[in-house]
């Protein structure tokens, strides 16, 4: 799941993309995030407070619902996220990206992953 939200991170702020790498025999290899990725927990009331607060903050965000535990495809992933209103997501993850202390406003409340 955090490897599906954070895919989405590069293409809304390329920014965040870093260099392609290359080894000492020049063996190119992919760029990957410039930024470690903090991964926090909470209930399920947590998450749908952050996505809440990030949506009025006009933060940069990516969700994944427990619907999309179910499907296959990318196609179905949106057909399923599209099915439901904002408010009735049943989020089980969410990727916020912007200020760092907006972010940190945003995720109040939830606890670093161990």
């Known amino acids: 799941m955090t ?11 390329p920014e965040v ?21 903090l991964v926090f927990e909470g209930a399920g009331e947590t998450v749908a407070a952050a ?4 949506l009025s903050r006009s933060l940069t965000t990516a969700v994944f619902t427990t619907d999309l535990f ?10 399923a996220v599209r099915a439901v209103g904002r408010d009735a997501l049943d989020l089980v993850g969410l990727a916020v990206y912007g200020p760092r ?14």
């Open 101 to 114: 202390n907006a972010v940190d406003k945003v995720l109040k409340g939830a606890r670093m992953h161990p």
């Open 70 to 79: 179910g499907t296959g495809n990318d196609r179905d992933n949106r057909a």
């Open 51 to 54: 996505h809440a607060r990030a």
């Open 17 to 37: 993309i870093g260099e392609p790498y290359e080894d000492a025999d020049a063996t190119a290899y992919l760029p990957m995030l410039r930024q470690p990725v």
């Open 3 to 13: 490897a599906f939200l954070v895919s989405g991170l590069g293409t809304a702020a």
